[in-house]
T-cell receptor, first 113, second 117 residues
Framework: AQSVTQPDIHITVSEGASLELRCNYSYGATPYLFWYVQSPGQGLQLLLKYFSGDTLVQGIKGFEAEFKRSQSSFNLRKPSVHWSDAAEYFCAVGGFGNEKLTFGTGTRLTIIP | GAVVSQHPSRVICKSGTSVKIECRSL??????MFWYRQFPKKSLMLMATSNEGSKATYEQGVEKDKFLINHASLTLSTLTVTSAHPEDSSFYIC?????????????FGAGSRLTVL
């Protein structure tokens, strides 16, 4: 069975500080990995995805994530956060031919001035 | 880019009534759409896979008679919550894959918040 663990329920960082959100997955085959962001009362917006190739992927809004197969991780990073980054972040895993994504429980990001 | 629209964004209904939520792909055709349910401060739980022209595939534990899904066209899937009760109150989100834009890349709607009184 596939699963995603986001160990941090809530993270608070200062504006301008760096950010890393953790994601660990379990998947029986080659995983397709995603990070989505959700603003309050809104749907999900895709930040970035990893299918294959370079394990460091760049996304929108200055986010990047690194796939580490040995650690079954796909952590999300941003070098300098902005107040507008405050939102809920979800990591998800799927697979080739498997469009059903399994989501983690999310990490709520709060930005303080 | 691909856009998925959901309507209504918010709905309040009385217990025992039925509510229909629409999910439309605005600029692409979607043979498959997915319906998720999100509880407060929780993750998204896949409820069912909606297939155009055929029956939906429900995840284990989801009552197919309570959550009726119809995918009558390549751009529209509907979720009807029948005989709604307060425990059905939730945020419902649909998603669809925009053709060959990238395998497994789903576009999500903005969600529909259902409150059952």
């Amino acid at each position: 069975a596939q699963s995603v663990t986001q160990p941090d329920i809530h993270i608070t960082v200062s504006e301008g500080a760096s950010l890393e959100l953790r994601c660990n997955y379990s998947y029986g085959a080659t995983p397709y990995l995603f990070w989505y962001v959700q603003s309050p009362g809104q749907g999900l917006q895709l930040l970035l995805k990893y299918f294959s190739g370079d394990t460091l992927v760049q996304g929108i809004k200055g986010f990047e994530a690194e796939f580490k197969r040995s650690q079954s991780s796909f952590n999300l990073r941003k070098p300098s956060v902005h107040w507008s980054d405050a939102a809920e972040y979800f990591c998800a895993v799927g697979g080739f031919g498997n469009e059903k994504l399994t989501f983690g429980t999310g990490t709520r990001l709060t930005i303080i001035p | 880019g691909a856009v998925v629209s959901q309507h209504p964004s918010r709905v309040i209904c009385k217990s025992g009534t039925s509510v229909k939520i629409e999910c439309r792909s605005l600029d692409f055709q979607a043979t498959t759409m997915f319906w998720y349910r999100q509880f407060p401060k929780k993750s998204l739980m896949l409820m069912a896979t909606s297939n155009e022209g055929s029956k939906a595939t429900y995840e284990q534990g989801v009552e197919k008679d309570k959550f009726l899904i119809n995918h009558a066209s390549l751009t529209l899937s509907t979720l009807t919550v029948t005989s709604a009760h307060p425990e059905d109150s939730s945020f419902y989100i649909c998603s669809a894959r925009a053709g060959s834009s990238g395998a497994n890349v789903l576009t999500f709607g903005a969600g529909s918040r259902l409150t059952v009184l």
